[in-house]
């Protein structure tokens, strides 16, 4: 049987049966020393979320459909250049620029503020995901897809060779995700 067909069937079936892999929803979690940070200090680790291989090539896939779409509707703001196809966070410093430009050839004054949101991820509320989605989406299988992959995810942290025991996660989103960046972005 050839691959590319036997995955596209298993696809078919859990997008069109609104059915999600129990195991899907599970990963490992590796926690990873950040850059120039303390061994010692649980917030020097960033958790990084090992999902199944299978499950990933379907989140590349319904995160294209979904960003494809929220590109086509507009629903992003203008200003939001991460996380999106043709676009950079160095658009954004042009326009910073632009405006600082701006502001000084007109003496003028202006503030800049610059959030960096820590631990966005882990403290993504994904019920105001959903609920944004099903503004958004209405129904549909990707709506279906997106809050079976939120929903009911669960997770073990491994260090070297010790599993810890399984948990709930009842918020946030998962780090390593493709469909984690545009998932956030929903939420901001």
Not at 14 to 27: D, R, T, Y
Not at 42 to 54: A, E, G, W
Not at 77 to 93: C, E, H, P, Y
Request: charged letters at 15%.
């Amino acid at each position: 049987v050839n691959g590319k067909l036997l995955l596209c069937h298993i696809y078919n079936v859990i997008w069109k049966n609104n059915f999600f892999p129990k195991s899907w929803c599970n990963c490992t979690i590796i926690p990873l020393l950040k850059p120039n940070k303390s061994k010692f200090q649980v917030d020097s680790y960033r958790p990084i979320s090992l999902i199944n291989n299978i499950s990933k090539i379907l989140e590349k896939i319904a995160n294209s459909r979904l960003s494809w779409y929220l590109e086509k509707i507009n629903y992003l703001s203008t200003f939001q250049n991460g996380f999106r196809k043709n676009k950079s966070t160095i658009d954004s410093l042009g326009y910073i620029q632009t405006e600082v430009n701006k502001t000084f050839s007109e003496n003028q004054s202006m503030s800049l503020i610059s959030l960096d949101i820590e631990k966005a991820y882990d403290l993504t509320w994904k019920h105001r995901i959903i609920s944004k989605l099903s503004t958004i989406l209405c129904n549909g299988n990707l709506l279906n897809y997106i809050k079976n992959f939120l929903q009911t995810r669960s997770f073990q942290v491994k260090l070297s060779n010790t599993t810890s025991q399984t948990f709930s996660q009842e918020n946030g989103i998962p780090q390593g995700s493709s469909l984690s960046p545009t998932l956030f972005l929903i939420a901001i």
